[in-house]
């Protein structure tokens, strides 16, 4: 089960950060992705990190989010800077690619002045 925290209500240009936790998941040995779903558009993939720890981010956040992962709380981490409205979605993280079964209730990312 993978249980996702972090988000909540921040100005544009704010920061946050979301952690992903898995409790039957070892996230060294797989490739983690965070999701986000914006009301009316289609679930996208916005930043994964590999088993060997390369990275890969999707255009419209590259050089404001940062994946990255703890391998000794199993918990995988996106460090959002320079945030935009365009921003606001319902995040969530899963395998890459991701697993139907694997879906959280995500968490709320707002960015709202």
């Known amino acids: 089960q993978l249980v996702e925290s972090g988000g909540g209500l921040v100005q544009p240009g704010g920061s946050l950060r979301l952690s992903c936790a898995a409790s039957?998941?070892?996230?060294?040995?797989?490739?983690v992705g965070w999701y986000r779903q914006a009301p009316g558009k289609q679930r996208e993939l916005v930043a994964s990190?590999?088993?060997?720890?390369?990275?890969h981010y999707a255009d419209l956040v590259k050089g404001r989010f940062t994946i990255s992962r703890d391998g000794a709380k199993n918990t995988v981490y996106l460090q959002m800077n320079s945030l935009k409205p365009e921003d606001t979605a319902v995040y969530y993280c899963?395998?890459?690619?991701?697993?139907?079964?694997?879906w959280g209730q995500g968490t709320q990312v707002t960015v709202s002045i």
């Open positions: 039957d998941i070892l996230f060294a040995f797989i490739t």
């Open positions: 899963n395998r890459d690619p991701p697993s139907t079964r694997a």
């Open positions: 990190v590999a088993g060997d720890g390369t990275t």
